[in-house]
């Protein structure tokens, strides 16, 4: 059974004492008014905290964010100090190795790399650690390459019994000729390594050279290893550094066991000794 709520009509009269409408409203309303009055005061409060509470987390969070920025702008200045400067001295002194070696490749008819000015020590131009990683990473990239395809060393460890150039006729003695290479001692079956990376364009028999192995290398390089009892590379196989290619003999024109050596640059003879060492 719904009981009938108590309800107390409110008169609002003007300061003309004229009544307007009555309105009625529960007398619960009008006994505890202070309760009421109360509640909605305190949840006013509560939003006006909620609201300061939000502008003050958000002034926070932009305060860190600042701070962090000016952390990482400190950082990237003790970056840019480190490459300007620490850097610098250190890649400077590289850049003098690195000259040095130019100066050998162009010995051997090679084409420096390295074409910065001469170390970098009057360049201003600020770089990075991973521009300068990135620089060196591809210039001894290509050092290795040269070391690795031009030829360098001897073929067989020994004496030079003949050099490279004009020489008296070994069978008669008479006339002069043109050696196009270099003879190096050694003893029957010794064994010949290929004095840089490069494919065997040419295993057989050649005329006065007897058994012979032709290797093309890189830089338009290619090597003769003349005069040999046995070959043990085939045409069209790769070849490494140090790799045993055949054997010491005395095949073709020759006088007596001995390795007949030559080296060529771009279809021409040149001197091998100018590539035995650094």
């Not at 108590?6 to 309303?29: D, G, H, L």
Request: with cysteine; charged share 20%; aromatic share 10%.
């Amino acid at each position: 059974m719904n009981r009938k709520r108590n309800k107390t009509t409110v008169i609002f009269v003007n300061k003309n004492q004229n009544s307007s409408k009555p309105i009625q409203v529960p007398t619960a309303y009008v006994i505890h008014w202070k309760k009421y009055i109360f509640g909605l005061f305190s949840l006013f409060l509560i939003l006006v905290a909620s609201i300061f509470y939000l502008i003050r987390s958000n002034a926070n969070i932009e305060l860190v964010n600042n701070k962090l920025e000016v952390a990482l702008l400190k950082s990237k200045d003790k970056l840019s100090v480190i490459d300007t400067s620490s850097l610098k001295k250190h890649y400077q002194s590289i850049d003098k190795k690195l000259l040095t070696i130019n100066k050998y490749l162009k010995a051997r008819g090679l084409k420096p790399i390295f074409t910065g000015n001469e170390g970098g020590e009057e360049s201003d131009e600020v770089l990075s650690s991973e521009e300068i990683s990135e620089f060196y990473d591809n210039y001894l990239s290509k050092i290795t390459y040269n070391v690795a395809y031009t030829p360098m060393g001897y073929p067989h460890l020994g004496t030079i019994t003949s050099g490279y150039g004009h020489r008296e006729n070994p069978f008669t003695g008479e006339n002069v000729e043109t050696h196009k290479g270099l003879d190096i001692r050694a003893s029957y079956g010794d064994l010949v390594k290929s004095t840089a990376n490069g494919k065997v364009i040419f295993a057989g028999k050649r005329g006065g050279y007897g058994n012979c192995i032709v290797i093309k290398h890189g830089n338009g390089f290619e090597t003769y290893y003349g005069h040999l009892s046995k070959i043990l590379v085939k045409e069209g196989e790769n070849v490494v550094a140090g790799n045993n290619i055949g054997k010491v003999g005395s095949t073709g024109r020759s006088t007596g066991p001995h390795l007949h050596y030559e080296v060529h640059q771009n279809g021409k003879v040149v001197n091998p000794r100018s590539f035995l060492t650094l």
